[in-house]
């Protein structure tokens, strides 16, 4: 399964406008400090000797800073990466946390990167990049890129494949339909791998590589940054025994404007709001991924995932205070240590999954902004001897991702 980061990691992308010639020269600006999370939804075909083996849509989130910037202007980026993947029940579908990494890595500020620690991140490197002139509508620019793909389980390799292409950029139109200013950039790119050329890829199944993509990117010039992009892409893949792996999918992305809420203020503002609305057994407090408002002690019907009207109705008040930020949300069930480890794991994402799709179902965020994951058993906060301590290992964490 081929999970397609379109690694742009855009940001503070600064265009210039040159009057007098009526163009632009499009460069990346780096200020250290400067934060931004990319979103984007991919939808996905896979197909094996032509045969549909299966169907799957994932939302892929990037949150990446700038962590320097070098006399030369490059800086150096660290970006977090999230998978979600999508998981259909008989209640519902919901998007399930699948992967999360991270990456530091160097960019010019034509675009071009480099110095990546991750071997297998960002999948798509040096898209987009840029030339060091001005560009007029209508005109085009070649640049190459790479991509790399993990294919350890398919091909039964340890290293990354590495494709290298070479884009052809073209400054298309400019476009007024939504109110703001936009440049349209149209991106297209071939693959071509033959594996014999590469000496690591030898001990391993893999053959060669064919694929394009077509992008179409929308940028801001006022604000400096990408509104939004699709594309379309196909890749096949060949083993040892001539076996395709064609993996055909569109994509659309778009920059959201996130603010940082894991802080004393909104934390305090949260408390003062549940002990107002007066819930019981909900906590507030500092999470890794953000502010994290835990329900305690949550009330499902027995070795279900149903919950009970109590907690729907608790659910309600507190989906209020979510609809006060636009940060996404990443729902985590826990449950206490009765069973075996597998029905647990399952039991707690199902539960998670409930307090999503009712969470969705009251208009606080749509199902691409809500994540959800399982831990079973796994992170227990009290003994699992008594009844009581069970009673506050069974909890759900509804966590406003920074």
């Keep these: 399964m081929m999970k397609r980061f379109v690694a742009v990691i855009l940001f503070s992308l600064g265009f210039f406008a040159i009057a007098a010639e009526n163009s632009v020269l499009f460069k990346f600006k780096h200020k250290k400090g400067d934060s931004v999370s990319h979103v984007s939804t991919v939808s996905e075909e896979a197909y094996i000797n032509g045969y549909r083996v299966n169907y799957t849509r994932f939302v892929n989130r990037t949150s990446t800073t700038v962590v320097d910037v070098f006399e030369n202007e490059d800086a150096q980026l660290n970006t977090k990466y999230m998978t979600t993947q999508e998981t259909n029940s008989s209640f519902g579908s919901s998007y399930k946390l ?27 490197r040096n898209v987009p990049s840029f030339p060091d002139y001005p560009v007029k509508i209508g005109e085009s620019w070649n640049s190459k890129g790479l991509e790399v793909h993990d294919c350890r389980q398919l091909f039964k390799m340890t290293d990354a494949i590495e494709i290298p292409f070479t884009a052809t950029y073209t400054y298309v139109d400019d476009d007024n339909s939504s109110g703001s200013a936009l440049q349209i950039i149209e991106v297209y790119y071939e693959l071509n791998d033959e594996s014999y050329r590469k000496n690591s890829y030898r001990n391993s199944t893999y053959l060669k590589t064919f694929g394009y993509a077509k992008q179409k990117l929308f940028w801001d010039n006022e604000k400096g940054e990408l509104s939004h992009y699709e594309e379309e892409f196909e890749i096949k893949m060949y083993d040892i025994k001539r076996n395709e792996y064609l993996y055909h999918g569109i994509s659309q992305g778009e920059v959201i404007e996130y603010h940082s809420v894991n802080d004393d203020k909104n934390i305090k503002k949260v408390q003062d709001s549940v002990e107002k609305m007066k819930l019981d057994n909900v906590s507030v407090k500092r999470g890794e991924k953000g502010l994290t408002i835990s329900l ?47 029905s647990r794991k399952l039991l707690s994402e199902q539960r998670a999954y409930s307090v999503a799709n009712y969470l969705e179902s009251l208009g606080v965020r749509d199902k691409k902004h809500i994540y959800t994951q399982g831990k079973g058993s796994s992170e227990a906060v009290a003994s699992n001897a008594t009844e009581e301590g069970r009673a506050k290992n069974r909890r759900v964490e509804i966590t406003i991702m920074d």
């Design 98 to 124: 699948d992967e999360e990494d991270y990456v530091n890595i160097k960019r010019t500020t034509s675009g071009m990167l480099y110095d990546s620690d991750n071997a297998f991140l960002p999948t798509v």
């Design 296 to 342: 305690d002690a949550i009330q499902f019907e027995p070795d279900s995932n149903i919950l009970r009207a109590s907690e729907k109705k608790k659910l309600e008040k507190i989906a209020e205070i979510l609809k006060e930020f636009s940060n996404d949300l990443l729902i985590t069930g826990h449950c206490a240590d009765r069973g075996s480890e597998k």
